[in-house]
């Protein structure tokens, strides 16, 4: 049976071991405050450019924030892996994308609940077409001009992409 909206879809439910111990709807999860698994990706263009966008507002997470990764959660039984490229390809509207490269992983605490978020970046050198039910806006922004960004202060941002910014600044030896 296919989920009638995002809410019905079936997470797999893990402890702060990312080990699974359950399954729930994503509805469910999100009112319960369950840690379930997502993918943030860092989407580059052939200049080395970053996908930065707005959400849309029907978004059930986050509505109208911005983000500087394309990414969701995971389906049960799904893999990291699978699910960073189905989400790219989804998000960004595009098909081909090579393999997104892994680089992290670490458990996001805060607004919003609690996950495991593997942050996974690819390069896309495709014409992006984003998927209209994900993304109100997007451009492509210079590292500087997404540091800029983040730093004023005015936009939004989605916690748990920044935290994930943040941290992959931090991996890089960078300071955000």
């Known amino acids: 049976m296919t989920p009638v909206s995002a809410a019905d879809e079936v997470l797999d439910v893990v402890d702060r071991d990312d080990r699974v111990v359950g399954q729930a709807p994503r509805?469910?999860?999100y009112a319960e405050g369950m840690i379930h698994r997502c993918v943030f990706v860092l989407a580059r263009d052939a200049e080395g450019r970053i996908f930065v966008h707005r959400r849309t507002a029907s978004?059930?997470?986050f509505p109208s924030h911005y983000d500087m990764f394309v990414?969701?959660?995971l389906g049960?039984?799904?893999g990291y892996a699978r699910a960073a490229l189905r989400e790219a390809e989804e998000e960004l509207g595009v098909s081909g994308l090579p393999q997104p490269e892994p680089l992290f992983k670490f458990l996001y605490e805060g607004p919003?609940?609690?996950w495991w978020s593997y942050v996974h970046e690819v390069r896309c050198e495709i014409a992006v077409r984003p998927q209209e039910s994900e993304v109100a806006w997007h451009a492509f922004?210079?590292?500087e001009e997404l540091a800029r960004r983040v730093a004023g202060g005015d936009w939004p941002?989605?916690?748990d992409?920044?935290?994930a910014y943040r941290r992959l600044e931090e991996y890089r030896g960078r300071k955000a």
Do not use: Q, S
Request: net charge negative; proline share 4%; no cysteine.
């Open 161 to 163: 992409g920044l935290e």
């Open 76 to 78: 049960a039984g799904e």
């Open 141 to 143: 922004l210079t590292e």
């Open 112 to 114: 919003g609940g609690a």
């Open 71 to 73: 990414g969701g959660v």
């Open 59 to 61: 978004k059930l997470v």
């Open 157 to 159: 941002w989605v916690p």
């Open 27 to 29: 509805g469910e999860v």
